[in-house]
T-cell receptor
Framework: NAGVTQTPKFRILKIGQSMTLQCTQD?????MYWYRQDPGMGLKLIYY???????DKGEVPNGYNVSRSTTEDFPLRLELAAPSQTSVYFC???????????????FGPGTRLTVL | DAKTTQPNSMESNEEEPVHLPCNHS???????IHWYRQLPSQGPEYVIH???SNVNNRMASLAIAEDRKSSTLILHRATLRDAAVYYC???????????????FGKGTHLIIQP
């Protein structure tokens, strides 16, 4: 299994440009997440999804959109890039069911985005 | 949300045990204590979790205080590969779902000296 894969690894955007960060997992996990990590800080949750067709906002959703049309894919869309969105973006997935005591999340390698 | 407090950084020597502390004085009865670590230029990875009893796995041990207000991650023989940022995270396990994302603080930067 490849686990969680993210593309691209690096990207530079100009202010106002748009782009989609891709995330795919091959573990048949029902939950998927997008986080961002600013320099020297911990990760913050942007959006999450509990299954295909269901998404919800996390702590810092402004400026982003997501969709989940399949179990495997969870793309993150930036519509109008701003310098404040310069960060490293991590996608994660987990398999959770009611009664499970551990929601171990598996992370991808990250996408480093710079907005100039 | 219950918060955790960790030292900013710790240093240890290779092949010695490392004890990474975490304070969580406002922990609730339904909060599980999770530890993740993030190696340089990588995404975080799960290390261990527990509720009340001490836990062991192939990576580490987790010692939980009797009042659950603090815990300690123990690496029994640190290697250079263990140099990472270690995050102590509380995660509530409701009956309604595990959809909560992880709330990461700044973690403890563990430095291993050869």
């Amino acid at each position: 299994n490849a686990g969680v894969t993210q593309t691209p690894k690096f990207r530079i955007l100009k202010i106002g440009q748009s782009m989609t960060l891709q995330c795919t997992q091959d573990m048949n996990h029902n939950y998927m997440y997008w986080y961002r990590q600013d320099p020297g800080m911990g990760l913050k949750l942007i959006y999450y999804s509990v299954g295909a067709g269901i998404t919800d906002k996390g702590e810092v959703p402004n400026g982003y959109n997501v969709s989940r049309s399949t179990t495997e894919d969870f793309p993150l869309r930036l519509e109008l890039a701003a310098p404040s969105q310069t960060s490293v973006y991590f996608c994660a997935s987990s398999y959770w069911f009611q009664g499970r005591k551990n929601n171990e999340q598996f992370f991808g390698p990250g996408t480093r985005l710079t907005v100039l | 949300d219950a918060k955790t407090t960790q030292p900013n950084s710790m240093e240890s020597n290779e092949e010695e045990p490392v004890h990474l502390p975490c304070n969580h004085s406002t922990i609730s009865g339904t909060d599980y204590i999770h530890w993740y670590r993030q190696l340089p230029s990588q995404g975080p990875e799960y290390v261990i979790h527990g509720l009340t009893s001490n836990v062991n796995n192939r990576m580490a041990s987790l010692a939980i205080a009797e009042d659950r207000k603090s815990s300690t991650l123990i690496l029994h023989r640190a290697t250079l590969r263990d140099a990472a940022v270690y995050y102590c995270i509380l995660l509530a396990m409701y009956s309604g779902g595990g959809a909560d994302g992880l709330t990461f603080g700044k973690g403890t930067h563990l430095i291993i000296q050869p």
